[in-house]
């Protein structure tokens, strides 16, 4: 998935912790397989070359994935689209070769792919049709969380009563450590991403962080980052950092982004008006705001 992940369980003994990771493991590596775009017969992949042409079936899971995917958008009023994939590499590629930012015009024009609304689904024979030749979508807001829950979900089932899947910081957490105490995680700080500002109690909950410190590019001084909006092509500015606390890493990591996208007030407004999702956020000088019933140690 482009992302590490780091399983921890508690066991009795080495051994069986040791057979447990490796069915998270083998869990991810099934997720991955079906929704990678790098592999061209994986799922993802004969929906985007049938783009335009025809509807393509699905598995249930792949189905269901994207179902709640255009839920989010909604809630979102698009600001997390899986159709993001119709952007060209060529407009952005987060690496040192770039030097220049593209072009305002160019970058609008390839966004009018980008329309959640032209995915139709057919519950009934289970088929997904992208209506527009050349849309693409891709899972890179959602998939990790997703692998982390289902991950999560197969080690409760073998009766893991406790451990945490960190799949590149965004992470479930569940039960509690050997001694007792609830999982604590520290939020990192946008400005030195291994140093802690804050920590939380985090055990049953999901975290995901969204930052401009992970993928980014610095054109003649101003740091531009990975997040996209989708509305202009562009990337965001004035955050450095969202990070998202809920009951499911899923959607955990399917928040974290269009939060950034749709900025502080709009977002945090957004995240007070759905059950038990949390949110911080910290802005290009350092400021942190939170969502309600929020405590920072």
């Known amino acids: 998935m482009g992302n590490s992940f780091t399983i ?33 017969d994986s799922q993802t992949n004969i929906i985007n070359e049938n783009a335009g042409i025809r509807p393509v079936k699905v598995d249930l899971e792949v189905f269901s994935l994207i179902e709640r995917s255009i839920g989010i958008s909604r809630i979102t009023q698009g600001a997390f689209d899986i159709t993001y994939g119709s952007i060209d590499k060529s407009l952005w590629n987060f690496d040192k070769s770039m030097t220049k930012l593209p072009d305002a015009q160019a970058a609008k024009k390839m966004v009018h792919l980008i329309d959640y609304r032209n995915i139709i689904l057919d519950r009934a024979n289970m088929t997904v049709f992208l209506k527009e030749k050349g849309m693409r979508i891709g899972f890179g807001g959602i998939g990790k969380g997703y692998a982390a829950e289902m991950a999560k979900q197969v080690l409760l089932e073998r009766g893991v009563q406790s451990g945490i899947i960190n799949a590149s910081g965004d992470l479930s957490a569940w039960g509690l450590q050997p001694d007792g105490r609830k999982w604590t995680i520290g939020v990192a ?76 007030r709009a977002g945090l407004f957004l995240i007070d008006q759905i059950p038990d999702l949390y949110c911080i956020i910290i802005d290009e000088g350092n400021k942190i705001y939170t969502s309600k019933n929020i405590n920072l140690k």
């Not at 066991?11 to 592999?39: H, P, V």
């Not at 990070?243 to 399917?254: G, K, L, P, V």
């Open 189 to 264: 700080d946008p400005d030195s991403p291994n140093a802690a500002f804050s920590y939380m109690e985090i055990s049953n909950k999901a975290v995901a962080t969204s930052g401009n410190y992970e993928k980014f590019v610095t054109i003649n001084g101003k740091k531009y980052s990975h997040t996209i909006d989708p509305n202009t092509g562009l990337p965001i500015t004035g955050i450095k950092s969202v990070t998202i606390i809920a009951s499911n890493a899923e959607f955990a990591d399917a928040m974290a982004t269009p939060i950034a996208v749709m900025g502080i």
């Open 8 to 40: 921890t369980v508690v066991a009795e003994n080495e051994e069986k912790g040791n057979e447990d990771i490796n069915l998270a493991i083998e869990e991810i590596s099934r997720i991955e397989r079906l929704l990678t775009t790098y592999k061209e």
